[in-house]
Nanobody
Framework: QVQLVESGGGLVQPGGSLRLSCAAS????????MGWYRQAPGKQRELVAE???????NYADSVKGRFTIPRDNAKNTVYLQMAILEPEDTAVYYC???????????WGQGTQVTVSS
C-alpha cells in the first residue's frame, strides 16, 4: 500500500503561480513513476505531468513550458510547480504513484485548483 497526501491547492488569479505537494509513504520502494492528473467538471481525468524513478519526465502539451514536476527524494515528495496559470487549468488535481511494469497505481484524495479573477 502507498499513501499519498496532497496539499497546496487554492484560488489564484490568471497569470499567477501555485505549487502542489504530494508526500508519499508506505511501500514506496516499489514505486517507479509518480505523476499529477487533473479532472475538470464534466471532463475525464487527464495526465498533467509525470516523472519516473530515472528522472524521465512527461508533460501534457497544454502545460509544457508552464508546469514542472520536481521532486525531493529525501522527503518522498513530488511537486507540481505551476506558472502562468489559466482559467482552463481549473480542476481537481490528483497525485498518483505506481509501478509501470506491474501495472498498479495509487491515488491521492485530490486538491482543488481554481484559476479566476
Amino acid at each position: 500500500q502507498v499513501q499519498l497526501v496532497e496539499s497546496g491547492g487554492g484560488l489564484v488569479q490568471p497569470g499567477g503561480s501555485l505549487r502542489l505537494s504530494c508526500a508519499a509513504s508506505g511501500s514506496i520502494f516499489s514505486v517507479n513513476i509518480m505523476g499529477w492528473y487533473r479532472q475538470a467538471p464534466g471532463k475525464q481525468r487527464e495526465l498533467v505531468a509525470e516523472i519516473t524513478s530515472g528522472d524521465i519526465t512527461n508533460y501534457a502539451d497544454s502545460v509544457k513550458g508552464r508546469f514542472t514536476i520536481p521532486r525531493d527524494n529525501a522527503k518522498n515528495t513530488v511537486y507540481l510547480q505551476m506558472a502562468i496559470l489559466e482559467p482552463e487549468d481549473t480542476a481537481v488535481y490528483y497525485c498518483s504513484a505506481g509501478n509501470v511494469g506491474r501495472g498498479w497505481r495509487y491515488w491521492g484524495q485530490g486538491t482543488q485548483v481554481t484559476v479566476s479573477s
